[in-house]
């Protein structure tokens, strides 16, 4: 299993204060010392850093503590590897252009046999489901709309309507950006905040480290941080139910949708039971 | 104009002394100071460094030229912006998924007036002419031999009847690798070494420093530095004819041809004079 962190703002922002609480869990925390990655998007480019060293140790990640890339989409991921080697291809987030922009994607959890038919346009670099389940995620969205980038609400209904799908597998927890919007979905275990003006204090749980925001911020930002398990222990996190989809942008949910996983996998145990295939909405 | 720097080695090998010489050029002993970028593979997987800063001051060049990357491909830039802004959506090299690993481009020349038909598969990230050229070389493989992956001789044979007819439009001198072996091609300029056994002492022209590789080396190591212009002034470098193009694996060049780029554009000019879409072999 693996942990996630994404970051989705109103104004470009650093995420040095998060990145230095989740990289604990690298080794010195938690155990998820199996290679790290992080990518920042700058408008529709992104920078990824990916490693297989863990985020204690590797000299990327240490750059990444100490320079303040400032961005509107971060999503960052440690590696405790159950399925694929430790090696660099199977280091999350991994990137794919789609549509003239690059995507990012990392995911949690673990795929039991998923192994979808592919067109050829994605295919994984390395050998991990987490991989395979972004290119089907891609794949679909083109078999949906073609080479014709549609808009952000039209994605999230077609991820909203796949995602699930990809959840009989397994455990499938995700957060996926290409610069625009940042989309998560959850069917086990994540959680999310908002940070916005009147600003507070905030107090990490992995190292000793307090920040009050109101001294770093002024009143137009706005900061939805997304993480498998809370950062801080003064701030209250929202837990996502199982299924629930979130769509981030300007640094807030925009968008919530709760896809029945768990009817779906049931459902899927017993072919009889009607297919949920499109979610209901809230 | 840009500068580029390739190097393909047959065991895994830092680029540092290289990249320290090269990274001059982006403020100190030439003007190519709007954005670098690097990209080292391994295996399929790569690692690709971007910054909009120069390579003289960006905190991600310097992790670079201190932190002893072992790769088989590596490709390096700098620029200096003739099309385009200095945006990090416009920094080389350029990354793209084909056939289950990354690909990474680098460029250095203008095209002018070079807006072909894309098929969509691969679409440009930021305004440059040079990733529209990359796009184009992978959609016109994709054409040719669709999503089953061919060997690097028959990449090797299509890229050659393609470059002419991109070099039409203007200069077009290009690293590509996939990670088992780097493509090289030059219209006006370029230049390239091979580093082996019995290894020598090289002295970098734009810093006072010196190496002697056989203190550092083993006699199964053999490196290939291709580049815009000589890093050293010990060595023997060997020019690039105008339409030379060059794949070297292991360390060496395995394959050269030769493609009539002068008669080309020549022939361009005049359209009454046959075409030459085959490049001679030699």
New interface residues.
């Given amino acids: 299993m693996c942990q996630l962190l994404g970051m989705n703002c109103a104004t470009p922002t650093d995420i040095t204060f998060s990145f230095r609480g989740f990289s604990q869990r690298a080794g010195i925390t938690s155990d998820h010392s199996d290679g790290f990655g992080i990518a920042f998007f700058?408008?529709?480019?992104?920078?990824?850093?990916?490693?297989n060293q863990s985020a204690v140790v590797s000299?990327?990640a240490e750059?990444v503590r100490?320079?303040p890339i400032k961005s509107r989409n971060v999503i960052a991921h440690i590696r405790k590897a159950t399925q694929g080697k430790i090696?660099?291809?199977?280091?999350h987030p991994f990137?794919?252009?789609l549509?003239?922009?690059?995507w990012i994607f990392a995911h949690n959890g673990d795929l039991h046999d998923f192994n979808p038919r592919l067109?050829?346009?994605?295919?994984?670099?390395?050998n991990t489901d987490s991989e395979r389940s972004f290119c089907f995620l891609l794949d679909q969205l083109v078999v949906k709309f073609?080479?014709q980038e549609p808009r952000i609400e039209d994605i999230f209904q077609v991820l909203e309507e796949i995602s699930p799908r990809v959840a009989e597998y397994g455990t499938f927890n995700f957060c996926l950006s290409n610069g625009q919007a940042l989309f998560s979905y959850a069917t086990t275990k994540l959680h999310w905040i908002v940070r916005e003006y009147p600003f507070k204090q905030a107090r990490l749980i992995d190292i000793d480290v307090e920040v009050d925001f109101s001294d770093v911020t002024t009143p137009e930002d706005r900061v939805a941080v997304i993480t498998t398990e809370p950062l801080t222990d003064n701030e209250e996190w929202t837990a996502y139910q199982p299924g629930e989809m979130i769509l981030f942008q300007y640094g807030q949910p925009i968008k919530h949708a709760l896809t029945h996983v768990e009817r779906l996998v049931r459902e899927a145990k017993d072919p009889t039971l009607k297919r949920v295939t499109r979610a209901d909405q809230y």
Same sequence: chains 1, 2.
């Fill in positions: 700058e408008d529709k480019a992104c920078r990824l850093f990916v490693d000299p990327i750059l100490n320079y090696t660099l291809e199977n280091s990137i794919r252009e549509w003239g922009r690059q067109s050829g346009k994605f295919i994984p670099v390395g073609g080479y």
